[in-house]
């Protein structure tokens, strides 16, 4: 059954045509969907009995179930869905977020996932450990948007693609879920409020850029040489530097805005002040930013986060060469929810360890 959240409202019109109802009722479902904030076809009361019913045979109301939030009200939190499936996916809310791009605001941010688990296996990311499982439809995207809106009573105004997945490898359902999150008719979250990140899929990164759309791109670089992102990103042997680059030029000529790069700081592996220069010149040559992330551990991969005297080192080279840099204190690490910390998870067990995950909420009744 698909989920009434992946249409758009002219598709819902349609749909309603064939249904043999007006094409207001779906302006009147639309309401209640993104407005009035309920999922449940028995409780939109202007629509009638009969077309409830039809509603309820035809369409998934409610594609993820919350099973768990952890975290508390003014730091992060982190909230586990179980999709129709049974399948799990995380999302995590931000509040007060520092900005990607060096403003001060009060960005409530939601790190969106895209996919279940994630194909391409970058050593040091704990998404693709287990390998990837299936693409999420633009339902299950939009909800979970809506769903933590609900959860948390924060309203979300900026939006980045960088929970569990490759978003671009879920091309089509991503920018379906986009249309509806930046409609007037649907979450009306402006296009420069919402980042894409993507590990470097050269193809997609162009279909990015040609959409009219201003979505803002990051780029996971981690490695300023084909020789060290080879080692730690299996898909720069797909899609080398140079192309990736020439894709980024690409992007960045499409668009008012500066792409950035994340660049996440390992020990022994690309935190040496040779990457930092050549990482400069790459930012600069891109007119890029570049976050710097000190890499956040993850149980069962070897990888540490290098001492902050390197991290600073490494920042002044980066900034002494001219380059627009930021250094970012994740928030989140201690729950497993910051950036390259979902992973797949079983309930009651926690791959992840635990650590300092309590959960706030009790899981309410599943049906
Ligand atoms: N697949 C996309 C979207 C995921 S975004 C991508 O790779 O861009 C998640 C971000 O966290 C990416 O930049 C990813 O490289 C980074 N990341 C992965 N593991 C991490 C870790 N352990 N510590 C810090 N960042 C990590
Ligand atoms: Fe997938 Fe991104 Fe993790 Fe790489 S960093 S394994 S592309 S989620």
Known sequence: MRSIKSLTLDELAGQFKALGEPAYRAKQVIEWLYLKRTGRFDEMTNLPAGLREKLSA????????????TGSKDTTQKFLFRLRDGQLVETVLIPA????????????????SSQVGCAYGCKFCASGLDGWKRNLDAGEIV????RVEAESGERVNNIVFMG?????AN???????????????GTNIGARHITVSTSGLVPRIRDLADQ??????AISLHGATDEVRNRIMPVNRKYPLAELLDACAYFRSRRKQKLTFEFILIEGVNDSLEQAAELARITKRTDAKVNVIPYNTVQGLPWVRPSEKVQDEFMAVLRQAGAVATLRREKGHDIAAACGQLR???????PQGGGGEKPIADAPKLN
Not at 143 to 146: I, K, M, P, R
């Open 143 to 146: 909800d979970q948007l809506l």
């Open 97 to 112: 977020s520092p900005s990607l791009y060096g403003e001060v605001s009060d960005r409530r941010t939601i790190c969106i």
């Open 164 to 168: 569990m997945g490759e978003p671009l």
């Open 212 to 217: 009219p759309l201003q979505i803002r791109l």
């Open 344 to 350: 797949l998870q079983t309930l009651g067990n926690d």
């Open 58 to 69: 035809e369409f998934n109301e409610r594609p993820l179930e919350v099973v768990r939030k």
């Open 171 to 185: 091309f089509d359902n991503l920018m379906r879920a986009i249309g509806i999150i930046n409609a007037p008719w």
